[in-house]
C-alpha cells in the first residue's frame, strides 16, 4: 500500500515522522511543499484541516503529527504494552508541544521588535524552565523517557534540532539532551537519511 508524508522541506514537526519511517524501514514517498511560499491556496484547501503535516497510506489520510507518528511506530517496539509506560509518554509528548508552541509564536511574529522579545524570553527563560525538566526524566531513566527508545524520543530530538534552526541556539549546555539527539541520529535508517539529505538552513522568513 502506497505510503506518503506531506510536509515542508525543513525538520520541525514533518521530521520526528520521517525518522521513525526511515528507522522502522517503510518505503514513503516524502512529498516537500516550500515553506517560503506556503499557503499554497490549492494544497491547503485540499488538507484535512487546512495544515502539514498529512500521511496518505492508499485512500486513508491522517492529520495532526502526533497521531502521524505514534501511528506509524506501531509494530515496531517504539510504543510500549504497559499503559502507565504509554501515559507517561503521552504526557512527555505534551510538555514537549507546550514548549514548541512558544518557538512557533516567535516563527509567526512578522513585528520585528517582537519578535526580539519574544526570542529574548524564549532563550533566557523558557528553554531553561523545559529542558531542566526534561534533563531530570532523561537522567532518571538511562537517557530515555522510559528507559528505552520510544517513538517520543524522536518527536523530541526533532523538535529540539527544530528549535536550533529556528532560534539558532545551543543545547550544549543540556548533555542529556546532546546524548540523545546523537542517539536517534546516528540510528539505522536515520543516520543515512539525514546523509542523503543534508543539513537544514535556516529559513529566511517573509516579513
Not at 540523545?180 to 536515520?190: A, S
Request: glycine share 6%; aromatic share 14%.
Amino acid at each position: 500500500m502506497a505510503k506518503k508524508l506531506h510536509y515542508f522541506n525543513l525538520n520541525a514537526l514533518g521530521e520526528p515522522i520521517r525518522y521513525i519511517l526511515h528507522y522502522t524501514k517503510q518505503e514513503f514517498e516524502d512529498v516537500r511543499h516550500d515553506f517560503l511560499t506556503w499557503p499554497d491556496p490549492e494544497v491547503k484547501k485540499s488538507l484535512p484541516y487546512g495544515q502539514l503535516p498529512l500521511y496518505v497510506e492508499g485512500r486513508k489520510t491522517l492529520n495532526q503529527s502526533l497521531a502521524i507518528a505514534k501511528y506509524v511506530a506501531r509494530d515496531s517496539g517504539l510504543i510500549p504494552a504497559d499503559a502507565w509506560q504509554q501515559a507517561i509518554l503521552d504526557s512527555t509528548v505534551f510538555n514537549i508541544y507546550d514548549f514548541w508552541k512558544n518557538v512557533i509564536q516567535f516563527v509567526q511574529e512578522k513585528d520585528t521588535a517582537k519578535k526580539a522579545a519574544l526570542k529574548k524570553v524564549i532563550e533566557e527563560e523558557t528553554v531553561d524552565f523545559f529542558f531542566s525538566r526534561f534533563e531530570k526524566h532523561l537522567a532518571e531513566n538511562g537517557g530515555f523517557f522510559i528507559g528505552k527508545v520510544s517513538w517520543v524520543e524522536f518527536v523530541f530530538v526533532g523538535i529540539t534540532e527544530a528549535t536550533n534552526l529556528f532560534l539558532e541556539i545551543d543545547i550544549g549546555k543540556y548533555p542529556n539532551t546532546k546524548k540523545l539527539v546523537e542517539k536517534i541520529t546516528h540510528l539505522p535508517g536515520v543516520k543515512e537519511y539525514i546523509a542523503s539529505r543534508g543539513p537544514y538552513k535556516t529559513p529566511q522568513l517573509r516579513k
